[in-house]
């Protein structure tokens, strides 16, 4: 396993730009440049963080973690739903689908918890017994689990906005999704978070919450995007909450709460990540990989690639 010492000669004194010569139109995303070529879109999965939004970090091997762990998801969970992998080249790149994206992010909470103004749990401490149109008994407290997984929507920002987070029956009224894809989406949705907490569980960790992404490919649903990743998914160290129940975060809210102690909100040039930080938190992200994928991380290297590759020669 990579030292400490290991990851802080890694840590990056400046970030690049992921480029890519001869290719054709680029998106920008938050944590991956997406290419558009032929009729394919090639992901780059590069090191830049996305805690508080617009903020650039200097993770060592986040970008790769990020693309190897996804990787290995979509193989747990690809009888039951299909996703947009094509292969993976490398460590930093996945080829997939031109998925046509569904214009609203999927957010699936297995607990209550949370410390922002629209948090669940700080809507349900100040007596609101149905956040987001979900009706919760009396009597949780913070961190409980809740009596089933629940899933609450929101819109996909523009650059530099928020998400918007719907009810069920906003959404359905604004017609942002057809009822019967609504219904397909949530069965799927709750099927993957319950196979997620199932996982997690094997490796001594809770899985939170976490936000799906779908499209339609030829009118099919299709996971898009990233999958239980640190950045994707929040995740808690399971002995710490049960002896605590003041759970350690091995994503990326670890990063986020260390810039809410410098007093940075969102707003303004964020401070910079020190590099003794940004070891500690690559440490975290990298364990989470280890103990969910059962894998030891090894830079520069793909081992579900072989697996990925093979799978999507006929497709």
Do not use: C
């Amino acid at each position: 396993m990579l030292t400490h010492g290991d990851l802080l000669a890694a840590v990056p004194l400046s970030l690049d730009e992921v480029d890519i010569p001869n290719l054709g139109k680029r998106i920008r995303g938050k944590v991956r440049d997406s290419y558009i070529v032929a009729d394919k879109r090639i992901l780059i999965t590069t090191d830049r963080v996305s805690a508080f939004d617009r903020i650039l970090g200097l993770i060592p091997y986040k970008g790769q973690v990020l693309n190897q762990l996804s990787l290995w998801w979509f193989e747990q969970t690809q009888d039951f739903v299909l996703n947009h992998v094509i292969s993976s080249p490398d460590e930093n790149v996945t080829i997939a689908k031109d998925a046509d994206p569904l214009p609203v992010e999927v957010v699936v909470r297995g607990y209550i918890t949370g410390v922002t103004s629209t948090a669940m749990w700080t809507l349900y401490e100040a007596g609101d017994r149905h956040p987001y149109g979900i009706p919760l008994p009396d009597g949780l407290q913070k961190n409980d689990p809740l009596p089933h997984p629940v899933i609450t929507p929101t819109t996909k920002a523009a650059d530099g906005g928020h998400d918007q987070r719907l009810t069920r029956a906003e959404l359905l009224d604004q017609g942002l999704v057809q009822p019967d894809l609504w219904a397909e989406i949530e069965q799927v949705a709750v099927a993957l978070f319950l196979r997620g907490q199932e996982i997690a569980a094997r490796g001594g960790l809770i899985l939170v919450d976490t936000k799906y992404e779908f499209g339609l490919v030829d009118g099919q649903l299709t996971l898009i995007d990233e999958i239980h990743t640190p950045d994707s998914s929040r995740y808690w160290i399971k002995e710490t909450y049960d002896e605590k129940r003041n759970p350690q975060h091995f994503d990326k809210e670890y990063l986020r709460l260390w810039f809410a102690k410098q007093g940075y909100t969102g707003e303004g040039t964020p401070p910079l990540i020190p590099p003794e930080f940004a070891a500690e938190v690559a440490g975290r992200y990298i364990t989470a990989y280890e103990k969910l994928t059962g894998q030891e991380f090894i830079p520069g290297e793909l081992p579900a690639k072989a697996r990925i590759i093979k799978r999507m020669e006929h497709v």
